[in-house]
């Protein structure tokens, strides 16, 4: 590619968000650069399932097929038909029948798929530069982005999909606020004494949420909140005192712990930024909004982002507007922005809730879950939204 030329978009970062706005945009006709400086790969076919794997709902699973990176191998992508979730001794249990899908969700391995992702964008995409934006000039015409390896790029929009710390988002001033949890997620996949035959399972505790991800051979992935102050004791404990703490947590829910591979722990905030854009730029995924795991949208969120703004610049295409001016990109703004500050200020209530911060407060949020298992309707809503069918759905992610 001739660097000199004008570029239609920059995406700069290739986790599954910025991989996935490059992929599209590039299939749907626009000339698209992504920056990354260490591009995912794929683990060895017979390598054991990574620690990190993330629930990916319908929504998000259509949006990623229809760029060619779904489904993933039978070894790293696990459905879930039912969702269970407790607190104190009121339960919500809703299945796939109430949404008519072949699963609520997917619990995926996130190496498997940033790296699907990003082959999807390498074979779309004008190029890819293995290397880290250094400098951003944004002009009234277009953009001017200089890369680490003296490489210089010109585009009319530049995409921030930095993850939560974005020196893009940083250089144009906006301010990204929101509270840190004082907790970190520990993450580990258990072999139980009964199988989980394929059940996302989440219990409400003080201190924050345990939930058990179905996933190969029967096995749960584990992510437990714990308060900071808690986490380095049990990660000190041996395999088998681990177990036994964490199926005590689990309320015995498939029984005894019998194994856990190696634990990792997550640190755990709410950052949201106040604008999701400005002139030439715009923000996707963990640059945008940063959430509690808890209900297992932050990707998905990610992913719609970059969904959404593939509908807002083919419409600005269509009308001939300039793509990256502020009157397209206030249109993803405003769409993207009040969903997932929605969503993000839900998930805090929720958290706060459950977690124990507002005492009587989470003893009605305990009876509003047996409250919301006896209606169909409110189940119906939750399974939903579970599935990412609320809201505005970008067409890319729609049925
Ligand atoms: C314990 C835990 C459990 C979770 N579970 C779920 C779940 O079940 N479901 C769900 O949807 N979400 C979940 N999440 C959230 C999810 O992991 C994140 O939202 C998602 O991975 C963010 O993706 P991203 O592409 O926005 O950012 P990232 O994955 O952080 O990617 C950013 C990329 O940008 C690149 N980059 C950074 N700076 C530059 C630069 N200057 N120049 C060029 N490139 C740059 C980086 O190298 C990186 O590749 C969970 C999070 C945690 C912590």
């Given at each position: 590619m001739n660097t000199r030329n004008l570029l239609d978009v920059i995406v700069v970062g290739g986790g599954a968000v910025g991989a996935s706005a490059a992929a599209a945009l590039a299939q749907s006709g626009f000339d698209v650069a992504l920056v990354e400086p260490n591009p995912p790969t794929a683990s060895a076919e017979d390598a054991p399932l990574d620690a990190r794997v993330i629930a990916l709902s319908p929504a998000s699973v259509r949006f990623v097929e229809r760029l060619g990176a779904w489904p993933l191998s039978a070894a790293r992508a696990?459905?879930?038909?039912?969702?269970?979730v407790r607190s104190g001794d009121e339960v919500l249990r809703f299945g796939r029948e109430l949404v008519a899908e072949p699963a609520l969700g997917w619990i995926v391995e996130l190496r498997a798929l940033q790296a699907r992702v990003f082959?999807?964008?390498?074979?779309?995409?004008?190029?890819?530069?293995?290397?880290?934006?250094?400098?951003?000039?944004?002009?009234?015409?277009?953009?001017?982005?200089?890369?680490?390896?003296?490489?210089?790029?010109?585009?009319r929009l530049v995409v921030s999909a930095e993850g939560g710390r974005s020196s893009l988002r940083e250089a144009a001033g906006i301010t990204a606020d929101g509270r840190d949890y004082l907790s970190r997620g520990i993450v580990a996949h258990l072999t139980t004494e009964q199988p989980n035959p394929g059940i996302a399972f989440q219990r409400f505790l003080k201190g924050g949420p345990l939930a058990f991800l179905p996933i190969d051979g029967g096995r749960s992935s584990l992510v437990w909140t714990r308060p900071e102050a808690e986490v380095e004791p049990l990660l000190a404990l041996d395999d088998a005192a681990f177990c036994d703490a964490v199926a005590e947590a689990s309320g015995l829910r498939f029984g005894r712990v019998v194994a856990a591979t190696s634990r990792v722990a997550f640190p755990l905030r709410l950052q949201l930024a106040e604008r999701f854009h400005a002139e030439r730029l715009v923000l996707l995924g963990d640059t945008a909004h940063v959430v509690h795991p808890l209900a297992g949208l932050g990707l998905?969120?990610?992913?719609?982002?970059?969904?959404?703004?593939?509908?807002?610049?083919?419409?600005?295409?269509?009308?001939?507007?300039?793509?990256?001016?502020?009157a397209t990109l206030s249109r993803?703004?405003?769409?993207?922005?009040?969903?997932?500050?929605?969503?993000?200020?839900?998930?805090?209530?929720?958290?706060?809730?459950?977690?124990?911060?507002?005492?009587?407060?989470?003893?009605?949020?305990?009876?509003?879950?047996?409250?919301?298992?006896?209606?169909?309707?409110a189940k119906r809503f939750f399974a939903a939204a579970a599935c990412g069918d609320i809201g505005r759905v970008p067409r890319m992610a729609q049925r």
């Amino acid at each position: 590619m001739n660097t000199r030329n004008l570029l239609d978009v920059i995406v700069v970062g290739g986790g599954a968000v910025g991989a996935s706005a490059a992929a599209a945009l590039a299939q749907s006709g626009f000339d698209v650069a992504l920056v990354e400086p260490n591009p995912p790969t794929a683990s060895a076919e017979d390598a054991p399932l990574d620690a990190r794997v993330i629930a990916l709902s319908p929504a998000s699973v259509r949006f990623v097929e229809r760029l060619g990176a779904w489904p993933l191998s039978a070894a790293r992508a696990f459905a879930y038909r039912e969702m269970e979730v407790r607190s104190g001794d009121e339960v919500l249990r809703f299945g796939r029948e109430l949404v008519a899908e072949p699963a609520l969700g997917w619990i995926v391995e996130l190496r498997a798929l940033q790296a699907r992702v990003f082959d999807a964008a390498r074979s779309r995409v004008a190029a890819v530069h293995a290397a880290r934006v250094v400098d951003c000039e944004r002009g009234e015409r277009e953009a001017r982005l200089e890369l680490d390896d003296g490489t210089r790029l010109r585009a009319r929009l530049v995409v921030s999909a930095e993850g939560g710390r974005s020196s893009l988002r940083e250089a144009a001033g906006i301010t990204a606020d929101g509270r840190d949890y004082l907790s970190r997620g520990i993450v580990a996949h258990l072999t139980t004494e009964q199988p989980n035959p394929g059940i996302a399972f989440q219990r409400f505790l003080k201190g924050g949420p345990l939930a058990f991800l179905p996933i190969d051979g029967g096995r749960s992935s584990l992510v437990w909140t714990r308060p900071e102050a808690e986490v380095e004791p049990l990660l000190a404990l041996d395999d088998a005192a681990f177990c036994d703490a964490v199926a005590e947590a689990s309320g015995l829910r498939f029984g005894r712990v019998v194994a856990a591979t190696s634990r990792v722990a997550f640190p755990l905030r709410l950052q949201l930024a106040e604008r999701f854009h400005a002139e030439r730029l715009v923000l996707l995924g963990d640059t945008a909004h940063v959430v509690h795991p808890l209900a297992g949208l932050g990707l998905n969120l990610g992913l719609i982002d970059a969904a959404a703004l593939v509908d807002v610049l083919v419409d600005a295409r269509t009308r001939e507007r300039d793509l990256g001016s502020l009157a397209t990109l206030s249109r993803f703004d405003s769409w993207r922005r009040s969903d997932t500050h929605a969503a993000a200020r839900a998930i805090d209530a929720i958290e706060r809730g459950f977690g124990g911060d507002l005492g009587r407060v989470g003893q009605w949020l305990s009876r509003g879950l047996g409250l919301v298992d006896a209606l169909t309707p409110a189940k119906r809503f939750f399974a939903a939204a579970a599935c990412g069918d609320i809201g505005r759905v970008p067409r890319m992610a729609q049925r």
